[in-house]
């Protein structure tokens, strides 16, 4: 335990400055995507968890902030738990986008294989396709 403290001191995380930064970048970045994403209703089912991803990871980003300036541990407590509400909201968009994706390959199948038996067995409308 005591090398693992000294390797903690020798080590600091610098959570005020890149790590708050990159948190709020894919905050902009998600909010942004699950916008537009939510344009469709399709689309909805993926970007509305999209975008309360963005919006936890932004108030996380928050929380880390006010933990580095002020050194409170319940600040660190509130972040850690913002940050877990982010990560649940994001495996659900990813769960979400593979059952859009399924659903999508499914249905190329099914009308292609459709299209396909009506012009082999010459349905009508495609006579000059024998």
Do not use: C, H
């Not at 913002?82 to 909201?89: T, Y």
């Not at 499914?106 to 082999?120: M, Y």
């Amino acid at each position: 335990m005591n090398d693992l403290q000294s390797q903690a001191e020798l080590a600091p995380v610098d959570v005020n400055g890149a790590l708050t930064a990159d948190m709020r970048f894919v905050g902009i970045v998600a909010v942004i995507f699950g916008g537009i994403a939510s344009a469709s209703i399709i689309g909805a089912v993926v970007g509305v968890p999209l975008l309360l991803f963005g919006l936890r990871i932004r108030e996380a980003a928050v929380a880390y902030r006010d933990f580095a300036t002020d050194g409170d541990s319940l600040e660190l407590s509130a972040a850690l738990e913002k940050l877990a509400g982010a990560f649940k909201m994001l495996k659900f968009a990813i769960f979400a986008q593979l059952a859009v994706w399924a659903l999508t390959i499914l249905l190329f199948i099914v009308f292609g294989l459709s299209i396909l038996g009506a012009i082999l067995e010459g349905a009508p409308g495609m006579r000059g396709f024998n």
